[in-house]
């Protein structure tokens, strides 16, 4: 990369005049996470939990994700759909 004179348009010389320039690639859709590594616990007293989703190592064009709500089994230990969560699906969408 040359250096010039802004005014001039003159190309500056010298060791001081050269810099090293990394160009990040985020050109690519990226992945889809979830923020929380480890599973997602909440008391069944609380009204609410949040799931966070993230995209991360790209950000190229809209990416979108469907996602269904679940009940793993019927056992007491486990949430079940309509007493202890809504089902729910649909689609995120990160642009």
């Given at each position: 990369m040359?250096?010039?004179?802004?005014?001039?348009?003159?190309?500056?010389?010298g060791?001081?005049t050269?810099?090293?320039?990394?160009?990040?690639?985020?050109?690519?859709p990226?992945?889809?996470?979830?923020?929380?590594?480890?599973a997602?616990q909440?008391?069944?007293?609380e009204?609410?939990?949040?799931?966070?989703?993230?995209?991360?190592?790209?950000s190229d064009g809209?990416v979108?994700?469907?996602y269904?709500?679940?009940?793993?089994?019927?056992?007491?230990?486990?949430?079940?759909a309509?007493?202890?969560?809504?089902?729910a699906k649909?689609?995120?969408?990160?642009?």
């Amino acid at each position: 990369m040359q250096l010039y004179h802004a005014t001039t348009d003159e190309e500056l010389i010298g060791q001081d005049t050269k810099t090293r320039i990394t160009i990040i690639d985020d050109d690519k859709p990226g992945q889809i996470y979830f923020q929380e590594t480890k599973a997602v616990q909440a008391l069944a007293t609380e009204k609410e939990c949040e799931v966070v989703i993230e995209r991360r190592n790209g950000s190229d064009g809209v990416v979108t994700v469907d996602y269904v709500t679940l009940e793993l089994d019927t056992s007491e230990q486990t949430a079940t759909a309509g007493r202890d969560f809504e089902h729910a699906k649909g689609t995120l969408e990160f642009k």
